[in-house]
């Protein structure tokens, strides 16, 4: 069974950028459609964007952030960060790939990567 590893978090300041991966050691994520989330303190897990045949991004950071796949690793790109992006990211796999749009609910996704801090703070 295949496990899913996120790095690349860290301190940023409001404005700044920030990449985050998930690799899936040993296997070939480009298989899986994956799906970045994060959860903020006292609030529910939320669906950032996800990837399989295409992409898909929440309202809060379409046009900030991009979704890729680059040497059997999906990339989260973060551009022009804000304070309210703070939170732990993970990313998830399905266990079938997605057709058509891949969603963005947490519950649609079976694999959880163990999540890596994001603070965006000056």
């Known amino acids: 069974q295949a496990h899913f590893v996120e790095s690349g978090g860290g301190l940023v300041e409001p404005g700044g950028s920030l990449r985050l991966s998930c690799a899936a050691p040993?296997?070939?994520?480009?298989?899986?459609?994956i799906g970045w989330f994060r959860q903020a303190p006292g609030k529910e897990r939320e669906g950032v964007s996800c990837?399989?045949?295409g992409t898909n991004y929440a309202d809060t950071v379409r046009g900030r952030f991009t979704t890729s796949r680059r040497d059997n690793m999906v990339v989260l790109q973060m551009n022009r960060l804000k304070p309210e992006d703070t939170a732990v990211y993970y990313c998830?796999?399905?266990?079938?790939?997605?057709?058509?749009?891949?969603?963005?609910?947490?519950?649609?996704?079976?694999?959880w990567g163990q999540g890596t801090q994001v603070t965006v703070s000056s």
């Open positions: 998830a796999a399905t266990g079938t790939p997605m057709t058509g749009v891949c969603a963005l609910q947490p519950g649609r996704y079976n694999y």
């Open positions: 040993g296997f070939n994520i480009n298989y899986f459609t």
């Open positions: 990837i399989n045949y």
